[in-house]
């Protein structure tokens, strides 16, 4: 079982980059696949970027492939997600989650992820 908390959120001008971090305590954090996920006001929860268990394979949503980076550091049970070239249109607060993946199955960031965090508001200003 692990724990995710994301921490880096804040207010950003539209171009301008953010750096978030989850943390996630508990053992065994290399057995998760990680996620990030984000919702805006008054819209659902739409899937980010993922990045596999060993950090080999990351996946975007088209809306920030090429601005966004997913990463992680095993050896301190953190995943990141840098956000650069930012628009209004990515305020929203982020999430992330992580799902247990045997080491059998293939993961491409599906779901359905087994926890999650309580999210960080990201703000960007035109």
């Known amino acids: 079982q692990v724990q995710p908390v994301e921490s880096g959120g804040g207010l950003v001008q539209a171009g301008g980059s953010l750096r978030l971090s989850c943390a996630a305590s508990?053992?065994?954090?290399?057995?998760?696949?990680m996620g990030w996920f984000r919702q805006a006001p008054g819209k659902e929860r739409e899937f980010v970027a993922a990045i596999s268990r060993r950090g080999s394979e990351t996946f975007y949503a088209d809306s920030v492939k090429g601005r966004f980076t997913v990463s992680r550091d095993n050896a301190k049970n953190t995943v990141y997600l840098q956000m650069n070239s930012q628009n209004p249109e990515d305020t929203a607060v982020y999430c992330c989650?992580?799902?247990?993946?045997?080491?059998?199955?293939?993961?491409?960031?599906?779901?359905?992820?087994?926890?999650w965090g309580q999210g960080t508001q990201v703000t960007v200003s035109s």
């Open positions: 989650a992580a799902k247990f993946v045997r080491s059998y199955d293939y993961f491409a960031g599906q779901g359905p992820y087994d926890y």
């Open positions: 508990g053992r065994a954090f290399i057995n998760y696949g």
